[in-house]
């Protein structure tokens, strides 16, 4: 396929995702919804070093009886209030009937599935072959598609293979094409930074005179994933904030701007579901992002049944509004909570019950134009630390951008924060599957090492991870890469080409740093609860995938005689049940950690 052609289908496929998300969304009735007057009380927000832990943010299967309420992409300039005379539009509030619902990515695999019973271990390639096609043989996968490529890294001989020349969805094994990608081009000691600006230093009084401009460049750190466990979610804002006030600045006479236009193209990928995008896992992208561009909403029982819940929100902001419909319910009632943030919103509503017994619930809900939440954070810090700011905070994308261009080069910078390096970063993406780091680090590469500068920086990100392909030795054409992160299903690879990069990487100069960043079987991420007890416990180490329509595996494993495996597992069209999916994959891995015999 050539860029042309991969361009002209995304296009197609964004199209089409268009006609049906605006295609299916009922009219709303304006009356109805204001005749639902909300109780009017202060929702608590988490304080900065107070905030009661977030839940982590857990990835497991995609569940099939609810429509999580999401929302498109709109520009929006002031921040919203809990009343509003025009509804916007906004599908079917979900409800939530279980503590992880919310929380999940379908383009992650954190299945949860009965620890794996001790097999007995092939001891020849024959009986090792066979085991695995009785697998494939099973009943529930009559009507799915599989695929399978195994190979020793020792040998280089091929122990089975099947389907493997087959166009099938990865789900979250494409962030191996784009993790893998990025240390070859980047490096694992690449850092993202992100830069204060200001049109003059600041005089003897402190004073600047003019705006203040945060530039980002894409840094996902900013997050409490990298604060060393705690939950301050200003930590890090803080910390550039401390900058700023070091470089000597009192007083800013101007505006406030939240600069992203560093990346080009829009916030969302082609091919990325409705029901995806209220949740953190399809969160906006952008050059500017914090927590994750989510905020945390933690719900618990109140203290009598007919009292409200209790809802706390972090981090602590005015930029997200809560409307609260919730009610406490008596011991043993059943919990139905909602969550629905309207189109282009970020007010949020919480209603439902939720019984005086139940454990807190949390839910960690994306929200819109995430670097006004950045920007709208900084004043905060900034403020706090004794810094006057006269002007508004607002936003300028790169559209804006080009309208208004304004050099770098002509400002002077008067703070930076750097993230970690991206071999850290590498493996807080594929250890617990982070769809927006890995969209962050796609559009990075095409900053970085993209060949035509007229490209949207998603589809430059695209482009070098096909020039990476070419000079891997895997055929580019074999790999459809619609996003970075595997969350659009239009996203195609053959097990082929995902075992031709496993072998690449298993010799590259950065190997090291590509097969620590993989979860382990057992032991961490998206496998923690996986395989324990088995031989490929604490030695499996491969990325999980799963959407409703894709189950995937695919990494590296030692079997029972030390010779180094690497495999490839796909299933399409997977039965429904939650055993099958990962069980599947699992009892292959486990074969091929405890296979006593010689490719």
Same mark, same amino acid.
């Given at each position: 396929m050539s860029s042309n052609q991969s361009h002209a289908s995304r296009l197609i496929s964004h199209l089409l995702l268009l006609v049906v998300t605006f295609g299916t969304v009922a009219p709303? @009735?304006?009356? !109805?919804?204001?005749?639902?007057? +909300?109780?009017?009380?202060t929702v608590t927000t988490a304080p900065r070093s107070t905030a009661p832990a977030p839940t982590p943010k857990?990835?497991?299967?995609?569940?099939?009886? *609810?429509?999580? #309420?999401?929302?498109?992409?709109?520009?929006?300039t002031s921040t919203p209030t809990s009343t509003q005379t025009g509804a916007p539009l906004t599908p079917k509030p979900t409800t939530l009937t279980t503590p992880v619902a919310p929380v999940t990515n379908p383009a992650s695999n954190g299945v949860s599935t009965p620890t794996a019973q001790p097999v007995a271990a092939p001891q020849t390639l024959e009986e090792l072959r066979a085991r695995i096609q009785e697998r494939f043989a099973q009943p529930p996968f009559?009507?799915?598609?599989?695929?399978?490529?195994? $190979?020793?890294?020792?040998?280089?001989?091929?122990?089975?293979? *099947? @389907?493997?020349?087959?166009?099938? *969805?990865?789900?979250?094994?494409?962030?191996l094409y784009t993790v893998a990608a990025a240390l070859d081009r980047l490096s694992p000691d690449y850092r993202f930074t992100t830069s204060v600006y200001a049109l003059a230093r600041p005089d003897a009084a402190g004073t600047v005179r003019g705006d203040l401009i945060v530039y980002g460049r894409g840094d996902p750190t900013f997050a409490i994933r990298f604060t060393g466990?705690?939950?301050?979610?200003?930590?890090? /804002?803080?910390?550039?904030?401390?900058?700023?006030?070091?470089a000597g600045v009192r007083r800013v006479e101007g505006d406030l701007i939240g600069d992203e236009s560093y990346f080009a193209g829009g916030p969302l990928a082609p091919g990325w579901e409705w029901d995806d995008l209220q949740w953190y896992y399809g969160a906006e992208v952008s050059a500017l992002s914090v927590n994750d561009n989510?905020?945390?909403?933690?719900?618990?029982?109140?203290?009598? !049944?007919?009292?409200?819940?209790?809802?706390?929100?972090?981090?602590?902001?005015?930029? $997200?509004?809560?409307?609260?419909?919730?009610?406490t319910g008596p011991h043993g009632s059943p919990r139905q909570l909602s969550i629905n943030r309207p189109l282009g919103s970020n007010v949020i509503e919480v209603g439902g019950s939720m019984p005086l017994d139940a454990a807190q619930f949390t839910a960690s809900v994306a929200v819109t134009r995430p670097a006004m939440l950045f920007a709208a954070m900084l004043r905060t810090a900034l403020e706090r630390q004794g810094v006057k700011?006269?002007?508004?905070?607002?936003? /300028?994308?790169?559209?804006?951008?080009?309208?208004? +261009?304004? +050099?770098?080069?002509?400002?002077?910078?008067?703070?930076?924060? *750097?993230?970690?390096?991206l071999g850290?970063?590498?493996?807080?993406?594929?250890?617990?599957?982070?769809?927006?780091?890995?969209?962050?680090?796609?559009?990075?590469?095409?900053?970085?090492?993209?060949?035509?500068? #007229?490209?949207?920086s998603d589809e430059a990100g695209i482009e070098a991870v096909r020039i990476f392909l070419t000079g891997a030795g895997i055929d580019p054409n074999s790999v459809v890469m619609i996003d970075g992160s595997g969350l659009s299903r239009g996203n195609l690879v053959t097990a082929e080409a995902t075992l031709g990069l496993l072998t690449f990487m298993s010799r590259h100069r950065y190997a090291n740093a590509f097969r620590d960043a993989l979860p382990i079987a057992g032991v961490d991420g998206t496998l923690r609860t996986r395989m324990r007890n088995t031989t490929a416990a604490g030695n499996a180490r491969a990325k999980t995938g799963t959407l409703s329509t894709s189950t995937t595996l695919s990494g590296y494993v030692t079997s029972a005689a030390g010779e180094r495996?690497?495999?490839?597992?796909?299933?399409?069209?997977?039965?429904?049940?939650?055993? +099958?999916?990962?069980?599947?994959?699992?009892?292959?891995?486990?074969?091929?950690?405890?296979?006593a015999g010689r490719s």
């Open positions: 709303v @009735n304006n009356a !109805a919804r204001l005749q639902q007057t +909300p109780r009017q009380r857990p990835t497991p299967q995609t569940p099939q009886t *609810q429509t999580p #309420t999401t929302q498109a992409p709109a520009q929006q009559a009507a799915s598609h599989l695929a399978a490529k195994i $190979v020793s890294l020792d040998t280089g001989r091929t122990l089975f293979e *099947q @389907n493997a020349s087959k166009w099938l *969805q990865p789900a979250s094994n494409m962030k466990g705690t939950t301050d979610y200003y930590q890090a /804002i803080d910390e550039l904030a401390a900058r700023v006030v070091t989510a905020v945390d909403i933690v719900v618990k029982p109140g203290l009598r !049944a007919g009292d409200p819940c209790g809802i706390t929100v972090g981090p602590l902001t005015p930029f $997200v509004t809560i409307v609260d419909r919730t009610v700011i006269t002007g508004p905070t607002r936003t /300028i994308d790169a559209r804006a951008r080009a309208a208004a +261009p304004l +050099p770098i080069g002509s400002l002077v910078e008067v703070a930076n924060r *750097q993230s970690p390096p850290v970063i590498a493996a807080q993406i594929l250890k617990p599957s982070q769809n927006l780091y890995t969209e962050l680090v796609l559009r990075a590469l095409g900053k970085m090492a993209g060949s035509d500068p #007229t490209l949207a495996l690497a495999f490839s597992l796909m299933v399409n069209n997977p039965p429904r049940e939650t055993d +099958p999916r990962a069980a599947f994959t699992d009892a292959i891995t486990v074969l091929l950690a405890s296979f």
